[in-house]
């Protein structure tokens, strides 16, 4: 897979696309059809969260979507304060409809790009990155949004991701992206596919799994964590030392 940066979407396009896309992206199961294994990444990094990240009192959800993560979360966890960040509105007030619906701590609407919101150091217990880090273009982009994440995260807390990712190999990415055309294919046909890999071609530039996880512990992260990887997807996290 190439990654043209010059001809990548622009904020306001990816905005744009999720805007109308609220409904799909509003079902636990089937919001995420386009990611193999999406249901188990999202179960996994979850519990894991919850196991490894004791008496949680406030949670960031980047890249929230319609709030399955955070709602997720709240099958293992109690109620907690919530601040859910996303670039589309639409999406911000259904997932904040979802979770105030059975969370009784305070959620919070943040409209915007991640790397530009200011955000309190230390602030928060759990931080769940899904789908979204993809978005990162450069090596200095992704450096400064995981350092931003280090710095937020309370001590003791934990950043958890499932996101695509690449392949460190040219053989080996072929192999994967050929793998993962196929299940696109046999889930949707091959216009499906077509319309997969295009969104990909022009929104995203993913980083290898073992990328993510050398610069999680580059910025300071204690322990790191691969729960999970599949074709062209996984599910990965990190906790911060006390």
């Known amino acids: 897979m190439k990654i043209l940066l010059n001809r990548k979407s622009s904020i306001h396009e990816i905005k744009q696309r999720f805007d109308k896309d609220v409904d799909r992206f509003s ?54 304060d919530s601040d859910l960040i996303d670039l589309s509105l639409p999406m911000l007030k259904k997932a904040k ?12 609407i943040i409209q915007g790009d991640f790397r530009e919101i200011e955000l309190l150091d230390n602030e928060y217990d759990v931080i769940f990155a899904a789908a979204v880090l993809h978005h990162l273009r450069d090596d200095q982009d992704w450096e400064r949004t995981f350092e931003k994440i280090y710095r937020i995260t309370a001590p003791g807390g934990s950043i958890w991701i499932t996101d695509l990712i690449s392949h460190e190999t040219e053989a080996v990415q072929s192999l994967m992206w050929e793998r993962y055309g196929e299940y696109l294919t046999s889930f949707g046909g091959e216009e499906y596919k077509e319309k997969i890999f295009g969104y990909i071609e022009l929104e995203d530039s993913p980083r290898s799994v073992t990328y993510q996880l050398g610069l999680l512990r580059k910025v300071g992260f204690s322990h790191v964590e691969l729960l999970h990887k599949n074709s062209c997807f996984a599910a990965f996290g990190a906790i911060k030392g006390i």
Do not use: W
């Open 97 to 108: 409809e979802r979770i105030s619906a059975i969370n009784t701590g305070e959620v919070k």
């Open 27 to 80: 079902n636990l199961e089937s919001g995420q059809t386009a990611t193999i294994d999406a249901p188990l990444a999202m179960e996994l990094i979850t519990q894991a969260a919850y196991h490894s990240t004791p008496d949680v009192k406030k949670v960031l959800d980047i890249g929230c979507g319609a709030g399955n993560n955070t709602l997720k979360f709240l099958e293992y966890a109690p109620s907690f």
